[in-house]
């Protein structure tokens, strides 16, 4: 059954002993792989990927039971809070290969298929025909249900060329509005609408906040809540900047950036843009839906777990994918936010940097690290399987919402081996797309004869393939044995130094990173590392430095480096946004003018005469801005000098 392959567990406790990982070695010829998808086992072992929905807690709450709860996520946010622990080293992609070997021997779902095996030796691919990409067997209107009947045969020679084969991209790829400033790609994401939204939820749970502390008896004159006041737009800006700052400028707690010690660990530009009260409150306050309109009636369990996030989630998905045209290539993986907390969504991937925390499905451009469109993980909702429809499963139906508005425009797709299988490739070679990346060959449609076979049973670089007119299927023997999946590439291989590899594994080792990519970028700037009680104020962070990443692709000024646009940017939001002080006019600033007193009314030539500030005589000149009598030759210069 399709369930078993495509299905996810739930419920499953993290564990909570490190995973010991053995340094595998170096190669660059191996399309790369999840270290996690192959444990070591032997091949006769059938295995399944595991999706925890678990944390760190003895007694971790079902999912019916989260729904019913109004305020899941805890609300309370420490004052004081501390960098996380750096994260480990991550296991290049290139190289997860050669840590485990795939299981493959399964039940078989393909009988009676019959195909000579020709053993081809490892030579670049000369002969290539020109003609015409073989027609798709598909199904005509009156089967619909043949559409998922592969007729596997061997692939033929000469073979075509791949990009004879291949979808023609007719995108004209890059930013749909072109911008001149750090400062207007950023706003073109973060405009006035979403601000306002967050102003006004802000305001409410500070309310809330306030009226529940009051009723508990938890309210006093001391409390820090009873300083706050409303924020608005102009005021959410600057925090978002100061948010920015602390990315640049690394810490290990909040309190530290407003040192006001004149040393070198003193950060005064903090202090100048906004009080540590006040930054503290609206990180405590900071809210983006009202916790009465949670109606745990009308939703799902998914819906339920990200209710507190969703205007922000929804939000984002749309401006991003609104605001550029992705090119060609294009990686879905999935990226992890760290999340050590109890969190009934937390998922467990070894081989990522935070290998614990909030998991997201993203579809990023495969040059850039363009993140287009994303999906949390919140569970999968109970769905039935079609016998007759293969990717109504749950990952196919992932991979097609991720996809949905790019059909027929000729991209091509970069998976891994969690997501493909050869009835995703057909359907997605029907609505326009490519498909290329690493297959499991226990996968439902694949060839009994590529599920039994061994890296035993091959030599090194030796290809094995079959094809059913739209969809390819290849296992090379490297270090270990690989199978992959393309719907244009077929069997052509391509020179790597003294030996020939298949080309699909070098474009698969090119375009497969771009989500990995993507997180490097935002590795040195880690705004979300910053320890909280509360799962979504760090998850939105996240997307606020994701945010800030698109906003210089968006730009599209080469010359302009990442560090030095989030320089430009923060300045210019802090100008843009800052509330001016009013002036104030100190005497110490004038220039000081000595003058001499007025004549006295006695009639005669004589001047007003005091005591000189400085010596014991009376002088008949004083300071302007002072109003001290002092000697202008002896005493001006003596006095201004000392006060």
């Known amino acids: 059954m399709e369930q078993n392959v495509y299905g996810s567990s739930s419920g499953a406790s993290t564990p909570k002993t490190k995973r010991r990982v053995k340094n595998p070695r170096n190669s660059d010829s191996s399309p790369r792989k999840r270290r996690n998808q192959s444990p070591r086992k032997s091949d006769s072992t059938p295995r399944k990927r595991r999706n925890l929905n678990s944390s760190f807690s003895d007694s971790p709450r079902c999912d019916s039971k989260i729904t019913?709860?109004?305020?899941?996520?805890?609300?309370?946010?420490?004052?004081?809070?501390?960098?996380?622990?750096?994260?480990?080293?991550?296991?290049?992609?290139?190289?997860?290969?050669?840590?485990?070997?795939?299981?493959?021997?399964?039940e078989e779902t393909c009988d009676n298929v019959t195909l000579e095996w020709l053993p081809q030796s490892p030579q670049p691919s000369n002969c290539v025909s020109t003609a015409a990409s073989p027609t798709p067997i598909l199904p005509s209107p009156i089967e619909p249900s043949n559409k998922f009947q592969f007729e596997w045969r061997a692939i033929s020679m000469p073979q075509i060329e791949p990009h004879l084969r291949r979808e023609p991209f007719s995108q004209i790829s890059g930013p749909t509005v072109s911008f001149t400033k750090p400062y207007e790609a950023f706003i073109s994401i973060w405009d006035n609408e979403i601000m306002e939204v967050i102003v006004r939820e802000t305001n409410i749970y500070a309310l809330q906040v306030t009226t529940a502390m009051l009723e508990n008896g938890n309210l006093y004159p001391h409390s820090r809540i009873t300083h706050w006041r409303d924020t608005n737009v102009n005021e959410l800006y600057v925090y978002f900047a100061m948010v920015l700052a602390m990315g640049m400028v690394i810490k290990n707690r909040i309190d530290e950036y407003w040192n006001s010690s004149r040393d070198i660990f003193s950060t005064p530009g903090f202090s100048t843009e906004m009080s540590y009260d006040r930054f503290v409150l609206l990180s405590k306050c900071l809210h983006f839906n009202n916790n009465k309109n949670l109606n745990s009636a009308m939703l799902t369990g998914s819906q339920a777990k990200l209710f507190k996030i969703k205007p922000i989630i929804d939000h984002l998905n749309c401006k991003f994918s609104k605001l550029y045209n992705l090119s060609q290539n294009v990686a879905l993986d999935e990226s992890l936010t760290m999340w050590k907390g109890w969190l009934d969504i937390n998922q467990f991937i070894p081989n990522k940097a935070a290998t614990v925390g909030i998991k997201t499905y993203e579809v990023c451009e495969s040059q850039t690290g363009y993140l287009w469109r994303f999906e949390v993980h919140a569970g999968q909702d109970t769905l039935a399987l079609q016998e007759d429809d293969p990717v109504s499963g749950g990952v196919p139906a992932l991979v097609l919402r991720l996809l949905n508005g790019l059909e027929h425009k000729g991209h091509t797709i970069w998976m891994d081996n969690y997501y493909n299988s050869p009835s995703l490739a057909r359907e997605l070679k029907v609505r326009g797309f490519d498909c290329v990346g690493t297959l499991r060959t226990n996968r439902k449609f694949v060839p009994s004869e590529f599920q039994k076979i061994t890296k035993n049973d091959m030599i090194v670089g030796q290809v094995l393939g079959c094809t059913s007119g739209d969809v390819d299927i290849m296992v090379w023997r490297d270090r270990n044995r690989v199978a992959l999946i393309s719907t244009y590439h077929g069997l052509v291989t391509t020179r790597c130094g003294d030996t020939f590899k298949p080309t699909v594994v070098q474009d698969y080792n090119a375009n497969m990173g771009g989500v990995d990519r993507k997180d490097q970028l935002l590795a040195m700037y880690p705004i979300e590392r910053r320890k909280t009680t509360v799962w979504y104020k760090k998850f939105f962070r996240r997307l606020l430095n994701v945010s800030v990443l698109n906003s210089y692709i968006l730009l599209k000024d080469k010359s302009l480096a990442h560090r030095n646009f989030r320089k430009a940017l923060i300045t210019e939001l802090l100008a843009v946004h800052k509330k001016p002080k009013p002036t104030i006019i100190s005497t110490k600033s004038q220039v000081h003018c000595p003058a001499p007193y007025p004549f006295v009314k006695s009639g005669k030539s004589d001047r007003l005469r005091r005591k000189c500030a400085v010596c014991p005589k009376r002088s008949n000149t004083y300071c302007k801005v002072c109003n001290v009598a002092m000697c202008i030759y002896t005493c001006y210069e003596t006095y201004h000098t000392l006060h």
Not at 75 to 96: C, I, L
């Open 68 to 106: 019913t709860i109004p305020n899941y996520g805890s609300e309370d946010d420490s004052d004081k809070e501390e960098e996380e622990v750096t994260p480990p080293f991550v296991v290049p992609r290139v190289a997860r290969m050669f840590m485990d070997e795939e299981d493959v021997e399964v």
